[in-house]
């Protein structure tokens, strides 16, 4: 049985647990980030006092075992076309049915239990903290921004995230950490879904103890307003700096269309390259995108079959 550990939030996070998902016996733990403070997440958040619960859901979804009703409602967003500003508009129904269960129970972690037993989810899904927390960033000229959804929004260059206040780390989190094989960061947004996780000490120090291959998958494309210009050192030198160890870069091979990357580029997005020959983590390049609907994406069969590849090497 492998045991893998795969630590993020959002969609990035969601297509690589739908990608490795059906890797024979493997054992999953998705440790998923709570900050996110945008959305129908950030106003179900406000109002009711729970952990953000968006990226906990999307998550639930990827691991689902069978294509379901219930699977599809998880995912059904309202829309009010009348514009009359009914309640639920822009509310996502799987989020309305975590904040239900969580008043219910009385309890965030059993809500997700729950979920996950009616998805028959293959897998289990931790959140990285149940507190209510709020991610700040301090820019490189000193100016702090509060709050996840906020941060890409500020026109500077990130030089680390934090929360400002003590943060405990789901112990069943810190656990799987300890007793993983492999451990794959991303992918995703490495200062807003990947790094909320690893600056709780807790989760930091289970990251530096741990006898697991810790595996970075990095992003193909930079995110305006958040790794503007980056090459993938400074994206390994962003999760070092905050005390995630590195032992390998899953890096894309692909040859990237042209005429794609100049839509990115009219966007404030360019592709991430490799700056060095020589690095003191692995650097594993294989082809793992597919540029299907003219987008740039990670394609989950091929990072399965990269993940495998590690794996065996284990």
């Not at 193909?220 to 962003?238: I, K, L, N, R």
């Amino acid at each position: 049985m492998a045991r893998i550990v795969v630590i993020g939030g959002g969609h990035g996070q969601s297509a690589i647990c739908r990608g490795i998902k059906n890797i024979p016996d493997a054992e999953i733990t998705a440790i998923v980030t709570v900050a996110d403070d945008g959305g129908s997440t950030g106003r179900l958040r406000r109002q009711f006092h729970i952990p953000a619960m968006g990226d906990i859901r999307n998550v639930m979804i990827s691991l689902a075992e069978d294509e379901t009703v219930m699977k599809e409602l998880m995912d059904f967003r309202f829309e009010d076309p009348d514009g009359d500003g009914m309640d639920v508009h822009g509310h996502n129904l799987g989020n309305l049915i975590l904040t239900a269960l969580t008043q219910q129970r009385g309890s965030f972690l059993e809500a997700i239990q729950t979920i996950g037993q009616v998805l028959n989810v293959k897998g289990t899904i931790v959140p990285a903290t149940t507190q209510v927390i709020t991610l700040f960033a301090r820019m490189e000229d000193g100016v702090i921004v509060k709050g996840e959804a906020s941060i890409p929004n500020v026109n500077n260059h990130i030089r680390e995230v934090f929360y400002d206040e003590e943060v405990k780390a789901d112990p069943e989190a810190v656990q799987a950490i300890l007793d993983a094989e492999l451990i794959i960061y991303g992918v995703g947004s490495v200062y807003t879904s990947i790094l909320p996780n690893v600056i709780i000490p807790e989760i930091r120090d289970a990251l530096k103890a741990t006898t697991a291959r810790r595996v970075y998958i990095c992003n193909a494309m930079t995110q305006p307003g958040e790794t503007d210009g980056y090459s993938v050192e400074d994206h390994v030198d962003a999760l070092l700096h905050h005390g995630a160890p590195v032992d390998a870069v899953l890096v894309p091979s692909d040859t990237l269309p042209y005429e794609i990357v100049s839509r990115y580029f009219d966007e404030g997005s360019t592709p991430v390259m490799l700056k060095y020959q020589k690095h003191e983590y692995e650097v594993i390049q294989k082809s793992l995108l597919n540029f299907d609907r003219k987008l740039i994406r990670h394609d989950i069969k091929k990072v399965a079959e990269a993940i495998e590849s590690i794996l065996k090497e284990l």
